[in-house]
T-cell receptor
Framework: GEDVEQSLFLSVREGDSSVINCTYTDSSSTYLYWYKQEPGAGLQLLTYIFSNMDMKQDQRLTVLLNKKDKHLSLRIADTQTGDSAIYFCAERDGGSQGNLIFGKGTKLSVKP | DTEVTQTPKHLVMGMTNKKSLKCEQHMGHRAMYWYKQKAKKPPELMFVYSYEKLSINESVPSRFSPECPNSSLLNLHLHALQPEDSALYLC?????????????FGPGTRLTVT
């Protein structure tokens, strides 16, 4: 079945870049998303990328997609303490009715 | 405006109570979703409504009963819940149920069943 894998923890220093990685198994995945969840809060959509793209940049965020290896990454430049949260990678088959398949989430800790 | 609102923020209920969770969006989205999220886990899909009709029920127990009164509102009726149903319940919406449309999430209702 479909599966999305992420490393569980990442710790960086304020000002450094963070790179959160994700791998997925569904070869028909058309859309890939990154969500941020702060403690006790809902999920905030950060960015997304279509499977016909290799890269997408949005301010401090850069998403890279390697379709051959089914590998997705999220790079946060100049990481701030406010970036501390859990980051979920999610995939979706565009032909299906909206099922998002989430990874287990990566907890990013930013040290001052 | 990409806001999805949920009420209440917190709910404590006994196993014999009946309560409802509410979700609202005014973005004209035609797909709405209920997810359940346990601590330190990703969200799990429960139900999908597409154009106000239930299109996906992920084998959810009947003590959870969804309702979509109109295109902006989504309810989740709760009855005879178990302590293991305690979780964060998230509502989401997307412009259409299929295609490129991203899902926007509400802040969730933190449910505790005693």
């Amino acid at each position: 079945g479909e599966d999305v894998e992420q490393s569980l923890f990442l710790s960086v220093r304020e000002g450094d870049s963070s790179v959160i990685n994700c791998t997925y198994t569904d070869s028909s995945s058309t859309y890939l998303y990154w969500y941020k969840q702060e403690p006790g809060a809902g999920l905030q959509l950060l960015t997304y990328i279509f499977s016909n793209m290799d890269m997408k940049q949005d301010q401090r965020l850069t998403v890279l997609l390697n379709k051959k290896d089914k590998h997705l990454s999220l790079r946060i430049a100049d990481t701030q303490t406010g970036d501390s949260a859990i980051y979920f990678c999610a995939e979706r088959d565009g032909g299906s009715q909206g099922n998002l398949i989430f990874g287990k989430g990566t907890k990013l800790s930013v040290k001052p | 405006d990409t806001e999805v609102t949920q009420t209440p923020k917190h709910l404590v209920m006994g196993m014999t109570n009946k309560k409802s969770l509410k979700c609202e969006q005014h973005m004209g989205h035609r797909a709405m979703y209920w997810y359940k999220q346990k601590a330190k886990k990703p969200p799990e899909l429960m139900f999908v409504y597409s154009y106000e009709k239930l299109s996906i029920n992920e084998s959810v127990p009947s003590r959870f009963s969804p309702e979509c009164p109109n295109s902006s509102l989504l309810n989740l009726h709760l009855h005879a819940l178990q302590p293991e149903d305690s979780a964060l319940y998230l509502c989401a919406s997307s412009q259409e149920p299929r295609g490129a449309y991203e899902q926007y999430f509400g802040p969730g209702t933190r449910l505790t069943v005693t």
